[in-house]
C-alpha cells in the first residue's frame, strides 16, 4: 500500500484566499483524522470521521475552517479565508478499527500564508 | 480523555539506554498506552502499544506498572538516528472510539 497521502506538500499563498488541503488515506481505513502542528501549539487534532462521518470537530478552531470526507478515499480541509496564523505542518491520518489502532501518518502539507 | 505528562527533553549519548517516562494518572480501563516517534518533517510513526505489564519489539519495550497511571518507553542502546520526538497516547481502541490525542512529546537529542 502506498500509505497516506497528502496533497500539496507544500503550499505558499496570500492572506485572504483559499486553501484546500487534500487526503487519500490507506484503503480499508476506516477512521481519518486533520491534525495542525506548530511550534508553538505542538500537534493538535483538528477533527476526525468514523466512516466518512465527522464524529468529533471540537478541533477545528474556527469557521473558516472545514472538512469534509465525500467517500471512503477522499478527504479535504478547506481554509477560507486564510490568515498568517494558520501558517502550519497538517497532518492527515488514517486508522483501521480492527487492528492495534495504529494511527498511519502521511507526509504533511507545509502551509505557509504570506 | 486521560492527560498524558512526559518531559519535554532529555539528552542522551550513542549506545545508553534511554528511559521516557509517561504520566496518565486518569487513565480508564478501556485506554491502551501507544508510542509514536517523530522525526522533523515527518508524520508521527508508531513504535509500540500495550495495556499493562511489559511489551518488548524490535525496536523499544515497554514498562506498565500494575496501576497502569504511568509508563515508560525503554530504548535499547540509542544511536543518532534515535534523536527525535517521542510521543505518549492514551486511549480506547479498536471499536471503542476514535479522539487521539498528542501532547507536547518528549525531544531526545542522542550525542555521539
Known amino acids: 500500500d502506498a500509505g497516506v497521502i497528502q496533497s500539496p506538500r507544500h503550499e505558499v499563498t496570500e492572506m485572504g484566499q483559499e486553501v484546500t488541503l487534500r487526503c487519500k488515506p490507506i484503503s480499508g481505513h476506516d477512521y481519518l483524522f486533520w491534525y495542525r502542528q506548530t511550534m508553538m501549539r505542538g500537534l493538535e487534532l483538528l477533527i476526525y470521521f468514523n466512516n466518512n462521518v465527522p464524529i468529533d470537530d471540537s478541533g477545528m478552531p474556527e469557521d473558516r475552517f472545514s472538512a469534509k470526507m465525500p467517500n471512503a478515499s477522499f478527504s479535504t480541509l478547506k481554509i477560507q479565508p486564510s490568515e498568517p496564523r494558520d501558517s502550519a505542518v497538517y497532518f492527515c491520518?488514517?486508522?483501521?478499527?480492527?487492528?492495534?489502532?495504529?494511527?498511519?501518518f502521511g507526509e504533511g502539507s507545509r502551509l505557509t500564508v504570506l | 480523555l486521560a492527560k498524558t505528562t512526559q518531559p519535554i527533553s532529555m539528552d542522551s549519548y550513542e549506545g545508553q539506554e534511554v528511559n521516557i517516562t509517561c504520566s496518565h494518572n486518569n487513565i480508564a480501563t478501556n485506554d491502551y498506552i501507544t508510542w509514536y516517534q517523530q522525526f522533523p518533517s515527518q508524520g508521527p510513526r508508531f513504535i509500540i502499544q500495550g495495556y499493562k505489564t511489559k511489551v518488548t519489539n524490535e525496536v523499544a519495550s515497554l514498562f506498565i506498572p500494575a496501576d497502569r497511571k504511568s509508563s515508560t518507553l525503554s530504548l535499547p542502546r540509542v544511536s543518532l538516528s534515535d534523536t527525535a520526538v517521542y510521543y505518549c497516547?492514551?486511549?480506547?481502541?479498536?471499536?471503542?472510539?476514535?479522539?487521539?490525542?498528542f501532547g507536547q512529546g518528549t525531544e531526545l537529542s542522542v550525542k555521539p
Open positions: 497516547l492514551v486511549g480506547p481502541i479498536y471499536n471503542q472510539g476514535g479522539k487521539l490525542i
Open positions: 491520518a488514517s486508522r483501521m478499527t480492527a487492528n492495534t489502532g495504529e494511527l498511519f
